[in-house]
């Protein structure tokens, strides 16, 4: 069944630009063996928490620890030689072997301040030991390592060779076993907690942190503690640093600086990330007089002010208020937080905004003060903050993400950034933007939908009231009635919010597993987080009702996606021509039409190609991660090689999407009728306990009962699950002796018995059947339930269900989704491959339970499984409820845990008018 060919979305044209753009991905990651593994240790591949970086003649310099108190701190610097050589370029093809993350690179040829790569030691102080390494900096030729915590600088007066080579000169104390620190009263010869160092044209520059001051070397040092020559920040090398802010001078001006952590040259102009004035100094020559002025901010409108994304002062007025007075954004392009380091190649200027968490890009050097940056890497748009604004920042780690920035190199196309809470370098590469940042969707969802969700828990009274409030504008009230369970109160609230239209804005399903309500957005996107809800009680009320959050979350252009999803990649020039993989493929192509698509660098299998979109498999191996690159590559008819940017992609164990025609949501779903044959349900629930008898009957004249046996009942601790199986297969076993029925398991979460009329069309309907339970002792323990009472709604299976023919209230039928995620028993999870047709057993199912709401009421799930002869797409038979009123644009949704599906529509009939 063809259906990527009936769901393709049509994107609109978009202009490829080459550069750095906000929101893009990063291409590769150094130090992690995939994007958020975020693994603690120490070796040639895994990095601690790192901070600063250098590149220079083809190497890359990696300073191993930190201020930040992130940890591992691994008290090291390393080296990687050969960098065009070892990482792959930008348009080099990968081949498809296997490998789990091939841009997850990088292995140290030596380790400074260590004896081995392997060893992450505090050491005494020497000429071959680091105390917390900060800054590094390289011509090529020599090397230079700001040694923090040892107040040092170590010079190496050649590249070095071997792990723990010792440096051969020390500035900032008399030698190399020496750590002293000179207090509130610097010289000439000292330094206190110096952060950042850099060597240009056979100089030396020191950002010397805690003397609030930046320390220049006309040559670089050849002998131990040789003087500075040049001072900025201080009138002089001795002036007095008051330990007692409350006496300080920390007024900001062109000449003044407060902490500064880093200090680089493009030759010609010094760059000054002065973290405590939340501000970046350019002077457009390289002083040769004690505290020269700046020329140029970058953070602030003028030399005057540092205040912390100071939005007033540089970013432009987002609204007025309700007195007419202008409304600012929390941050802009042009605002700074602590910045950590500035780079610049005399063309562009790279700005680590660490306590924005996020790198800003200036595509030319600013010429005037309080200029705003033209891309934004971190962070989605330059007015978000995605890691303070989360409750867990920790948690907030992706291909598209840094947490406080630390330091930047650059080669000319590659854009390093230490990014040390996630404990890696994220490598960002120019390139042409063909690749929209949310341009990777689940391709039968298309939009992500922002949810909430509302817990019940506590004790049920009678006549207690439930209220949920949606934007504090609209109130839909649940009384608690006699009887009531824990998950009615549930379906009570689904049922009031649902109610005829149901709210405008917001869609509420239920998850009586988790006893939770989960409410969706209506329309996708970014617009349904602005919908806030609440819930309340009456003062007396002892049932309990909290919320999730204060409004919906989660809406966003781009969806999460499930390991083995089908997803759809829409932007510009992606291909030459339109290609199909051939109909019925039992493996799909990695190349199609000249293009190949990379996730985490495995070549993603290809069902079609064309200039504006793309659709493919996400690999099922990245289950393991919770955010993965994708960027695609081209091969032109013209026989240009090009590579769009890289965005992120995160990834989510299960984000289960509805295969639908086209249109605007709710859709029509794609759904077909099940079976030719008239069919019914029996639920199997509770728990097996020895004694009871379970009954069916057929007509009310054929009686089918089974009686649980002592060996039925699981051992404590067991799923209860195991029991009932064992009761539904007795059952199974006596029904298919009936002369005008057959039983089937349905094969998913809930023990269900899938009655089947023996005889096609008409001559199966109408069938009566029962179920009933008959304790041996006391109460019973498993519970039977009869979804309908008569056998119902044969129709021509495989049909579509369409206005002409739609589908029947209590009716199985069936839809097509992709994003379930992975499946079981293990011999279906062995045979979930990338890029191969599922072979392996019909009865499998999803690790997370699957439930499905259609009309605002519980349809039974029967099966969800992976179909076989497909690839990535997933088989949802749904028992309709038998009350549904005809509705020709019925709403159908499906869920797992807290994610909804996109919403659908089916037509309904009802043949019983009575029954809605």
Request: net charge negative; proline share 6%.
């Amino acid at each position: 069944m063809r259906l990527l060919a009936i769901s393709l979305l049509l994107a609109t044209g978009l202009h490829a630009e080459f550069g750095f753009k906000t929101g893009q991905g990063a291409r590769l990651v150094v130090g992690q063996t995939t994007f958020t593994a975020q693994e603690s240790g120490v070796s040639p591949t895994l990095l601690g928490a790192v901070s600063g970086l250098a590149y220079a003649n083809n190497m890359l310099f990696v300073s191993d620890a930190n201020r930040l108190n992130a940890e591992p701190l691994n008290h090291r610097a390393l080296i990687y030689k050969n960098v065009s050589g070892k990482l792959p370029a930008p348009a080099d093809p990968f081949p498809v072997n296997g490998v789990r993350c091939q841009v997850c690179v990088g292995v140290a040829d030596l380790a400074l301040g260590q004896k081995d790569r392997e060893t992450g030691e505090l050491k005494v102080t020497n000429a071959d030991s680091l105390r917390v390494p900060v800054g590094i900096a390289s011509d090529g030729v020599r090397l230079a390592i700001a040694d923090t915590d040892n107040n040092r600088v170590l010079i190496w007066d050649h590249i070095p060779t071997t792990d723990g080579e010792p440096a051969n000169v020390v500035v900032g104390q008399e030698d190399f076993q020496k750590a002293v620190s000179t207090g509130f009263n610097p010289t000439a010869r000292s330094l206190k907690g110096p952060q950042g160092v850099w060597i240009q044209d056979g100089r030396l520059f020191v950002a010397d942190t805690s003397n609030n001051r930046i320390l220049i070397w006309n040559s670089i040092p050849t002998q131990n503690n040789t003087p500075a020559d040049v001072v900025l920040g201080q009138r002089d090398f001795t002036s007095f640093v008051q330990p007692d802010l409350t006496q300080a001078e920390l007024a900001p001006k062109a000449d003044t600086l407060l902490t500064p952590v880093s200090v680089t040259s493009d030759g010609q102009r010094l760059y000054v990330a002065d973290l405590g004035h939340n501000r970046v100094l350019i002077w457009n020559g390289i002083p040769t007089q004690n505290q020269a002025p700046a020329d140029i901010v970058v953070g602030q409108p003028d030399f005057e002010t540092a205040i912390s994304n100071n939005a007033r002062g540089v970013c432009e007025s987002d609204g007025e208020d309700a007195d007419g007075n202008p409304l600012y954004p929390a941050r802009c392009a042009a605002t700074l937080d602590f910045p950590r380091f500035a780079l610049s190649d005399g063309r562009m200027l790279f700005i680590a905004d660490g306590g924005n968490d996020r790198v800003l890009v200036f595509n030319q050097l600013p010429a005037q003060n309080g200029a705003a940056a033209d891309a934004v890497l971190g962070q989605i748009n330059e007015k978000v903050n995605l890691v303070s604004d989360s409750a867990f920042p920790e948690d907030v780690s992706s291909a598209g993400t840094v947490r406080t920035p630390q330091s930047l190199a650059w080669d000319g196309a590659n854009l390093y950034v230490s990014d040390p809470f996630n404990r890696r370098v994220m490598v960002f590469t120019a390139a042409e933007q063909r690749l929209p940042r949310a341009g990777v969707r689940n391709a039968a969802s298309f939009e992500v939908h922002a949810v909430g969700g509302l817990t019940v828990s506590g004790e049920i009274q009678n006549d207690d009231v439930v209220t949920v409030k949606i934007r504090d504008e609209r109130e839909y009230k649940y009384t608690v009635k006699e009887g009531d369970e824990l998950e009615d109160v549930v379906f009570g609230i689904v049922a009031a919010i649902n109610a005829e239209d149901g709210d405008p804005e917001v869609f509420a399903s239920p998850n009586p597993e988790f006893r939770t309500v989960i409410l969706t957005a209506r329309v996708g996107g970014e617009i349904g987080n602005t919908i806030a809800y609440s819930a309340s009680v009456n003062d007396t009320g002892k049932i309990i009702v909290n919320t999730a959050s204060s409004s919906l979350a989660g809406g966003e252009e781009a969806t999460k996606i499930a390991p083995g999803s089908i997803i759809t990649l829409i932007g510009d020039q992606f291909s030459d021509v339109e290609a199909v993989a051939p109909a019925g493929a039992t493996e799909l192509p990695r190349e199609l039409g000249g293009v190949q698509v990379y996730i985490d660098g495995i070549r993603a299998p290809l069902y079609y190609v064309s200039p504006k979109q793309i659709n493919a498999q996400i690999p099922v191996e990245v289950f393991d991660a919770e955010s993965s690159n994708a960027y695609v590559r081209t091969v032109h008819s013209d026989g240009r090689v090009v590579v769009s940017n890289a965005v992120a992609v995160p990834i989510i164990q299960y984000n289960p999407g509805i295969f639908a025609a086209g249109g605007i949501d709710p859709r029509p779903a794609m759904a077909v009728h099940s079976s030719s044959h008239a069919t019914g349900v029996v639920s199997v629930d509770g728990q097996a306990k020895a004694g009871d008898r379970a009954t069916v009957k057929i007509r009310d004249e054929r009686t089918y009962t089974y009686t649980v046996k002592t060996e039925d009942v699981p051992a404590e601790g067991q799923p209860a699950r195991g029991g009932l199986e064992k009761i539904r297969d007795g059952l199974i076993a006596l029904i298919n002796e009936d002369p005008e029925v057959r039983a089937e398991a349905t094969g998913i979460f809930a023990t269900r018995i899938r009655l089947v009329a023996r005889e096609p069309a008409a001559a199966g309907l109408g069938v009566t059947y029962s179920a009933s339970v008959e304790a041996g002792t006391g109460d019973a323990g498993v519970i039977l339930t009869a979804t309908t009472t008569e056998l119902c709604c044969a129709n021509e299976a495989g049909a579509l269900v369409t206005e002409s023919n739609p589908a029947i209230a209590g009716e199985i039928i069936t839809v097509y989704a992709t994003g379930l995620g992975l499946v079981q028993p293990d011999a279906a999870r062995s045979e979930q491959k990338t890029g191969l047709a599922y072979n392996g057993p019909l009865v499998n199912e999803p690790v997370e339970f699957v439930s499905s709401l259609a009309g605002g009421r519980t349809a039974n799930v029967l099966s969800a499984a992976l179909e076989p002869g497909t690839i990535g797409l997933f088989r949802v038979d749904l028992q309709l409820n038998s009350g549904l009123p005809t509705n020709p644009q019925t709403e159908v949704t499906i869920a797992q845990g807290f994610q909804v599906s996109n919403i659908v529509s089916i037509p309904v009939f009802q043949p019983n008018p009575e029954e809605e």
